[in-house]
DNA sequence: CATGAATGAGGTTTCATTCAT
DNA sequence: CATGAATGAAACCTCATTCAT
């Protein structure tokens, strides 16, 4: 390994430890209440180091989403390109479970992309970091579909467009994670985010079977 | 009228001018970004006239929450004391038409509700603002849950608690709406909010039909 | 009475209704930190009747001077009038009691006179009531100076002019006052004010006799 | 040197800046028309610099109390330690001193202390700075007291309690300071400050002679 | 005369970002 | 590369004062 090599992965490992400060700051404060000095003390550095990293406080809160959405399609392609047979509903709880484990890696996802939305944070992006997440999503999009494409040939789900079939996964766990988490607003500490997934799927299970 | 009361209504009114004004700029540009000077423009009143009919920005933003949960209960309760014969498809139907009049009556219902979230707005609220929150929130709840108790008893409907049925309404309309808005990450203007909304009941509509 | 002598009155009373909750408000939380819809509500009237009565802010936090030093005034007079026999530590003793009768009528005496001297405040005054300020002022030290100069030439007191030590007086009133208010930060709730001011002035007493 | 202990010294300079220019600027236009803006401008600093060193507006001018009241402890304890045999009138000649040169170090040190009895004032501080200010008065009222009691025992003094003495020293040299600055508004521009405190002090010391 | 809703200037304070060391 | 003190723009919010009713 040469020295460029070397201050390259030291590089990569300095991005990680202040990302993974940054996520435990954002989730705890929220996106505004955290400051990049929060940030900073988290992660045992000065506030003037995470601009040598980051280019600013929108970039390094996007650069969460790229990290998610890497382990999401890392997971997904496993699941994809699986040779085993192909079971609807296993198919189904595995997708489920995948999505579960998403949020556990990263509890902060969606907060994430909701922040995204802001057109103002978008304009802060660089367009590298931009196309990346583009590239991202569209891609696990895809590797959904794939799923329900396998599917609908078979004959075991209905005939619906199988990139309508992903984006009503993401809806679901996207709501139910929204939703299970606005909850504690009437229920302070109940947390029924893993029950009501797997409910949900299970009812999405049998919508889709014909 | 007595005077008293042409007050009290004046004074509502101007409440509900500067919470029109506030949502357009909140859609717009988000809660952060979101200057109080911004929707004193919009609503074409000076900054200092919007503290006195509301004691902060937090609780501004938090009393639209208030105004979209009693539109929704309100459009529940016709439908749950509807005399009509019940019929398990229409009545998901008329579920998933009352979700996206919601949405449409004000888009921002699930940036609010994200918002509410963070411990930090809620610890601005007054009481009483909070204390309504959780009321209308549980009320909802409720309702809805009542529809699928009564599909329940009559045999229609899968053997789940109603409560938790409610719950994966709630988790569909949150998260179509969610992803929606996040999907313009990928294809910047195509909207498909009422066709994946159509396409998730159905699917639900069906998975819970025994 | 005619009506105008009866408007005249009523307008007056009017204005000490407003000076008695000024004073209220005032001492309890400061002269910045009172607003003047916290002294209209003490007054039960509504915050623009105030300006019908005071200029601004400033004018009506100073006539509560002019209130207190008539009061000082008055008694003075009595006392530079009184036919009886010049006792010198009688007239003493009667200063002092004067001075902490002018303490209970009104304990904000010494924080109005601070505030009187920054010039930003008295530039806001009108004329009339800068020069019955001043007025007042000036007589009331020539008052007091009276009695000592009395005192001199019978030879009880020591030979120094009359209003250094009227000065003396009002330094010791003013200190006592200022330093028992003071130590509340050491000694939270005590307060010797009575008992120190006698002990003042007795050294005083004790210290200009021959 | 270690690079700890400059930095710390560095530090303090900082603070020392800010507070001569504060003194400065809040003696020009009193506590409330003087801004932290025109302060920052004083000290050729930024607003934002100067909580960097202080909390908050009212911290910063408590501080300045702080600063006189070590002063002053400062010189009374060399006063107290004197080796050299006890004079009375001596005594207080040098206590006069001291209470002239503390005026002259800082001529703000009675508005503060006025300042500081709001209780809206003192719930902005830390709980620290509190503690100092109370400890300092203490102790300044407590070395005062012991030069009294010397007196007292030696026969010199009137047989009063010390520390009812030092409150009188304390009551004149606030009441002379006080007065003198409030007549500014009689006779303009003179001032006979140190005058005044000599004759005061001239017949407190005969007052408190046996 | 009295009201009190509305104003809007201006205050305090925060914090993302920079840059000399 | 790393630091962290300093910046200064901009936010929220207050409140003395006005004026239409």
């Keep these: 390994m040469g020295i460029q090599e070397r201050k390259k992965r030291e590089r990569e490992r300095r991005r990680q430890q202040i990302m993974v400060a940054a996520k435990r700051v954002f989730s705890v404060r929220g996106f505004n209440k955290a400051t990049m000095e929060d940030i900073a003390k988290e992660a045992e550095l000065s506030p003037g180091t995470l601009y040598l990293y980051f280019k600013n406080k929108d970039e390094l809160f996007s650069s969460l989403s790229i990290r998610i959405l890497q382990y999401l399609n890392l997971r997904l392609e496993h699941l994809v390109n699986d040779e085993k047979e192909f079971v609807a509903d296993e198919r189904i709880g595995e997708l489920r479970d995948i999505m579960y484990d998403v949020y556990e890696f990263d509890p902060l996802i969606l907060i994430n992309m909701f ?23 569209r891609n696990s999009l895809n590797l959904m579909s794939k799923i329900f494409d396998e ?60």
Tied chains: 1, 2, 3, 4.
């Design 151 to 210: 599917g609908i040939k078979k004959g075991d789900f209905i005939d619906k467009h199988p990139v309508a079939l992903a984006d009503i996964v993401w809806a679901i766990f996207s709501g139910v994670v929204l939703w299970e988490e606005s909850k504690r607003l009437i229920d302070d500490d109940k947390n029924y985010l893993k029950e009501t997934l797997e409910t949900a799927f299970e009812i999405f299970g049998r919508g889709i079977r014909k």
């Design 115 to 137: 922040h995204l939305q802001s057109s103002d944070t978008l304009k802060n992006l660089s367009p590298q970091l931009l196309a990346d997440l583009k590239e991202l999503s």
